[in-house]
C-alpha cells in the first residue's frame, strides 16, 4: 500500500498533508485553549481562534518549506542517486551525454508502463522509478515528523498568558511579505536569465555588431544586425500613437469635460472594453481589412500620381502586408490606454480651477483648453509613454499584419519586421538552445525590457510629481 | 419683536429710511429667485436687491443656501448639472438669466473669489494677465504690464511679489494666493464682485490684510460676500441679509441686522444660539 503511495503525484499529496496538517493543528490548539479560556478566573491574553491559528501556522511552515524543497531537488537527488548504481559501462559516456540519458530516464519514468524493448534502458528506468518512490516516501514521512514536532511544541506553548494573537499578527505579516517578494524575485529572475543568455550571444555576435549592424537574418545563422528590427519598431510604434495620441486625447476631454453623466456611464466603460479584446483579433482586424484597405489606397496613389504627371512608376510598394495597417490597428489598440489615463488625470484637476476660470469670464474651451489641459499636461504625457512602452511591446498584431522581412525602408506600405514579430519567429519551432540564432532572442528580449523600463519609469515618476503637486 | 415675525413665513422686512442709501437704483436686483438642484428646492423666494459701491455680507447657518445664492449672481451654477434658477436678477435693466444675456461677459463683468484660494498653475503674472488677455482688454505688453501692476497693488500684494512675477502662484502663502486671487477678479474690470467665503482657508493676519482690502475696494465696486463668522459681517459690510433654510429672514443696515433684528432667528443666530 505504502508503495502505491510513493507513486501518486507526490505534489499533490504534499498539498493534501498541508491541509490536513493545517486543520488539525487549528483544532488541537482551539481545543487546548477552550479548556483554559472559560475556566479560570484570569483573561485570557488571546482569543481561542488566534491559539488554533498560531498552531495552524506552526504546523504548516515545515510542510510548506519540506513542499518547496521537493519541487526543487525531489529529481536531482534521485538522478544522483541512481548515477552512483549505473554499471561501470557508463563511465564512457561525457558529462553532457550522461545528463540528457538521465534526462530521457526520468521522462520515461513519468510515463507508467513505458517499455521501450530496449533492456539496459528499461532497467535503468525502472531502478529510477524505484529511487523516486523511495525519495517521494521519504518526503512524506519527513513532513508527517518535522510537522507533528512543530506542531506539538506550538501546543504546548499555550496557556492564558500566552500572545497568541501577536504571533499571529506577524506571521500573517511575514505571509505577505513573501508573496511581495516573490513578485519581486520573479522579475529579477526573469531579467537575470535574460542578461545571461544575452551575454553568451554577445559573446558570439559583438554588441556594436548587433546594436548598429544593418543586415538582419538571424534564421540562417547569417546576420544580426538589429537596426532594421529597432527601426521597424519604431515606425510602427510612430503610426500607432499618430493615432492613438490625437483620438485618445479628445476622446478624454470629451468624456471629462463635455458628456453629462448618463453619456459617460455608458461611453467609458465601452471605451474601456476596447482594452479588453485580445489582440489576436485585432491582428485579424488588420489582416483582413486594414491591410488589404491600406493596399489598395497605395495602388490607387500608385496609378493616380502617374496619371498626374507626378510621378514616373508606382511611388509606393503596396505590400498585402504593410507597417501602416499594423500601426493602425495597433493605434486603435491603445486609445483606450490614453483615453483612460487622460480621463483620470483631466478628471484629478480640482473642480475650483475651472471655476477661477469661469469667474474670470472664460469660455468652456478657453478655460478646457488653458487651465485644465496644462494642469494636466504631465500626467497626460505619462499617459502617452504608457501608450508608447505597451505599442512597442506589442507583438500579435504585428505578427499577423506587419510582415517578416527585416529592412529599413521609409515607405508605410512596405511590409516591415519588429523586434516582437523576430523574437516570436526565433523561438518558435525547433530550437537547440546555444546556437546564436535563438541566443539572439534573448538579446532582442533585454533590448525591448529594457527600452520599455524607462518608458515606465519616466512614466511613473511624472505621474508621480503631478500627484503631489495635487494632494 | 412683534408677532409676524414668529411664524415660518418668509419675512421680507420693508426696506429702512436708514443711515445706508440705496442710491438711485441696486446695482443687482434680484426678485424671487428660486433654486432647484435635481428638482429639489435650494432657494426660496428671495428679493433681495443689491446697492453698488457698499459690501453686502450675506450670512447664516451651514447649508442656509446663501453660497448657492450668491453663485446665482454671475451664473455660476450653470456649471452644476441638474441645476436650475427661477426668478430675475435684475442687472442694467436686464435679467442676467434672459437667454439675451451670455454667461461668458456676464462673468466678466461680476467677478469672484472663492472659499479655496485656486490660483491658475502658471506664474503670478500670467494669473492676472489670463483674463485681460481672453478679453482682449490690453493693447500690448506694456499695457498688459500695466494692467497686472495696477491690479496687484490694488489687491495690496504688489510690494510682496513686484520681483517674482515669474514664480508660479501656487508657490505663495494661502492670504497672499487668495489676494492673488482678488486681483485676477479685478483684472477684468469687474462692476461686481463675489466672494464665497475669502477668509475660511485663511489665518487671522491674513484675514485682517483681506478684510482691510474689501474696505478698501468697496469705494471703486460693489461687493457681495458670504461669511461664516459674524464678526467679518459686521467689520466689512454695510448691508447685511440673514439666510435660513434657504429662505431671506431679514435683510437691513448691517448695525440694524447685529443690534436690533427684527427676526427672531437673526437674534438667535447672531447672539449664538444656534449656527
Not at chain 1, 516591415?416 to 526565433?426: D, R
Not at chain 2, 432647484?36 to 459690501?55: C, E, H, N, T
Not at chain 2, 456649471?79 to 435693466?93: A, F, K, L, P, Y
Request: proline share 5%; hydrophobic share 50%.
Amino acid at each position: 500500500m505504502f508503495s502505491q503511495l510513493g507513486h501518486l503525484p507526490m505534489d499533490f499529496l504534499l498539498i493534501v498533508a498541508a491541509v490536513i496538517l493545517a486543520s488539525l493543528g487549528f483544532i488541537a490548539g482551539r481545543l487546548k485553549a477552550e479548556t483554559f479560556a472559560f475556566a479560570g478566573e484570569e483573561r485570557t491574553h488571546s482569543r481561542p481562534n488566534s491559539h488554533g491559528y498560531y498552531v495552524l501556522m506552526w504546523a504548516l511552515v515545515p510542510a510548506v518549506t519540506i513542499l518547496l524543497a521537493y519541487v526543487a531537488f525531489a529529481e536531482p537527488l534521485s538522478k544522483a542517486w541512481l548515477r552512483r548504481e549505473l554499471p561501470a559501462g557508463f563511465s564512457v559516456l561525457s558529462r553532457g551525454e550522461l545528463a540528457s540519458y538521465l534526462d530521457a530516464v526520468a521522462r520515461a519514468a513519468h510515463i507508467k508502463g513505458l517499455v521501450t524493448g530496449e533492456h539496459v534502458f528499461d532497467t535503468v528506468t525502472t531502478r529510477y522509478d524505484e529511487i523516486l518512490g523511495t525519495v517521494n516516501l521519504a518526503t512524506l514521512g519527513l513532513v508527517a515528523v518535522l510537522s507533528g514536532v512543530s506542531l506539538a511544541w506550538a501546543r504546548a506553548r499555550l496557556g492564558p498568558r500566552f500572545r497568541a494573537r501577536v504571533h499571529v499578527e506577524s506571521g500573517l505579516e511575514w505571509f505577505l511579505f513573501l508573496c511581495a517578494a516573490l513578485a519581486i524575485a520573479t522579475t529579477v529572475g526573469i531579467v537575470a536569465s535574460l542578461v545571461f543568455e544575452s551575454m553568451r550571444f554577445f559573446a558570439v555576435v559583438p554588441a556594436t555588431d548587433f546594436l548598429f549592424g544593418t543586415e538582419w537574418n538571424a534564421q540562417t545563422n547569417a546576420a544580426f544586425g538589429a537596426l532594421p528590427l529597432f527601426f521597424g519598431t519604431f515606425m510602427i510604434s510612430f503610426f500607432a500613437m499618430l493615432v492613438a495620441a490625437p483620438v485618445g486625447l479628445y476622446a478624454a476631454i470629451y468624456l471629462s469635460e463635455y458628456a453629462g453623466a448618463k453619456v459617460r456611464a455608458v461611453v467609458k466603460p465601452i471605451l474601456e472594453v476596447l482594452a479588453g479584446i485580445p489582440t489576436v483579433v485585432y491582428g485579424f482586424f488588420a489582416l483582413l481589412v486594414i491591410a488589404p484597405a491600406v493596399r489598395a489606397g497605395a495602388l490607387w496613389l500608385n496609378t493616380s500620381l502617374v496619371e498626374w504627371g507626378l510621378a514616373h512608376g508606382p511611388v509606393f510598394a503596396a505590400q498585402p502586408t504593410s507597417a501602416l495597417a499594423a500601426g493602425l490597428v495597433m493605434g486603435i489598440m491603445v486609445i483606450p490606454f490614453v483615453s483612460s489615463l487622460s480621463d483620470d488625470v483631466i478628471s484629478a484637476v480640482p473642480q475650483s480651477l475651472r471655476d477661477g476660470a469661469y469667474a474670470v469670464g472664460a469660455t468652456k474651451s478657453e478655460a478646457v483648453r488653458q487651465i485644465v489641459l496644462p494642469a494636466a499636461l504631465p500626467g497626460i504625457i505619462a499617459a502617452l509613454l504608457l501608450a508608447v512602452s505597451r505599442a512597442i511591446g506589442e507583438t500579435m498584431i504585428v505578427v499577423m499584419a506587419a510582415g517578416h522581412r527585416a529592412r529599413i525602408s521609409p515607405d508605410p506600405t512596405s511590409d516591415l519586421t519588429t523586434i516582437t514579430v523576430q523574437i516570436v519567429a526565433l523561438l518558435t519551432g525547433e530550437s537547440e538552445f546555444d546556437s546564436p540564432k535563438t541566443l539572439s532572442a534573448f538579446a532582442l528580449g533585454l533590448v525591448l525590457f529594457l527600452v520599455t523600463l524607462v518608458f515606465n519609469l519616466v512614466a511613473l515618476g511624472v505621474v508621480r510629481r503631478f500627484r503631489e503637486k495635487y494632494e | 419683536m412683534d408677532g409676524s415675525a414668529a411664524g415660518n413665513e418668509v419675512v421680507v422686512t420693508p426696506e429702512p429710511a436708514g443711515t445706508l442709501a440705496l442710491g438711485d437704483a441696486p446695482r443687482m436686483d434680484c426678485r424671487n429667485v428660486n433654486v432647484f438642484y435635481s428638482g429639489k428646492q435650494a432657494i426660496f423666494d428671495v428679493s433681495l436687491p443689491i446697492p453698488d459701491r457698499s459690501v453686502t455680507a450675506l450670512i447664516g447657518p451651514s447649508g442656509c443656501g446663501k453660497s448657492t445664492f450668491l453663485r446665482c449672481l454671475n451664473r455660476m451654477n450653470d456649471t452644476i448639472e441638474g441645476c436650475r434658477v427661477e426668478g430675475e436678477i435684475i442687472m442694467d435693466g436686464k435679467d442676467i438669466n434672459s437667454p439675451v444675456i451670455d454667461p461668458v461677459l456676464l462673468r466678466s463683468r461680476v467677478g469672484m473669489v472663492f472659499q479655496k484660494p485656486n490660483p491658475f498653475p502658471k506664474t503670478i503674472y500670467e494669473n492676472i494677465a489670463y483674463g485681460p488677455r481672453i478679453h482682449g482688454l490690453a493693447q500690448g505688453r506694456e499695457d498688459l504690464d500695466e494692467i497686472v501692476e495696477k491690479c496687484l497693488k490694488r489687491a495690496g500684494l504688489w510690494e510682496e511679489v513686484k520681483d517674482r512675477l515669474t514664480v508660479p502662484g501656487t508657490s505663495l502663502s494661502g492670504g497672499q494666493q487668495q489676494r492673488l486671487c482678488i486681483a485676477r477678479a479685478i483684472a477684468v474690470r469687474p462692476e461686481v464682485i463675489l466672494m464665497d467665503e475669502p477668509c475660511s482657508a485663511l489665518d487671522p493676519i491674513a484675514t485682517a490684510r483681506i478684510e482691510e482690502l474689501i474696505d478698501d475696494l468697496r469705494k471703486r465696486y460693489c461687493i457681495v460676500i458670504v461669511t461664516h463668522s459674524m464678526q467679518q459681517a459686521a467689520r466689512v459690510s454695510q448691508r447685511a441679509a440673514f439666510f435660513h433654510l434657504g429662505k431671506l429672514v431679514e435683510m437691513g443696515d448691517t448695525d440694524q441686522i447685529f443690534t436690533s433684528p427684527r427676526d427672531r432667528r437673526t437674534e438667535d443666530y447672531i447672539t449664538g444660539r444656534f449656527g
